[in-house]
């Protein structure tokens, strides 16, 4: 399978939202990525519901979804009533990750479980039969712009080794610090899809910086 772009609107004009929409539209991009932070589970606040249901009218791309928020299971319905195609839940917010994930698909979305830069791979041994996808946090979570945690290509490739060793079919997106050096060895590493803030919206040309990317 071609690896997956995903943009981050983290790091888009926000009072020209509907331009850098379009331009992601118009782009080889996959996804667009959405970052929702509570204030509580990263330290940091982005945006919420109403500036979805405004992205996703003009959005033509599937909403990947990151919820870096407490409690995410108070709020599945609501983020598959704003259309989102891939519903990524945090492993560290999830009590009955489980739970969670059964019932993001029951709802018919895809279901992510994202892992901060300090839990290891191996507390997914039980679940990543079950999740369609795998989220790796290559930064700490909460700001768009930071660096790239090296341990991330390593970890990448024991994500790998145990979604093999499970017989999962879930793939690999890696989240923070993203650029065409870092995604070159995360894609090496076995990496599926990248998540792109900064280097994307930061660019000259950012549809051109999302064909590069897509070029890996
Ligand atoms: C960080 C977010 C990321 C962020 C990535 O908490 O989850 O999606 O937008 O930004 P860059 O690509 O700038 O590291
Ligand atoms: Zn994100």
Redesign the pocket.
Known sequence: MAHLIAP?L??ADFANLRKDVEMVNNSEADWL?L?IMDGVF?PNISFGMPVIASVGKYCTKPLDV?L?IVEPDKFIDEFHKLGAYVLNVHYEACTHLHRSIQRIKALGMKAGVTLNPHTPVSVLEEIVPDVDLVML?S?N??????KFIENTIDKTARLKELILKRNSKAIIEI????NYETGKRLLEAGADAL?????VFGAENPTDTIARLKAL
């Open positions: 981050s983290l790091s990525h970052d990263v990151h870096m946090m930064v979570p909460g700001f768009g712009g930071q989240d923070g610090g993203v998540v792109a803030g900064s280097f």
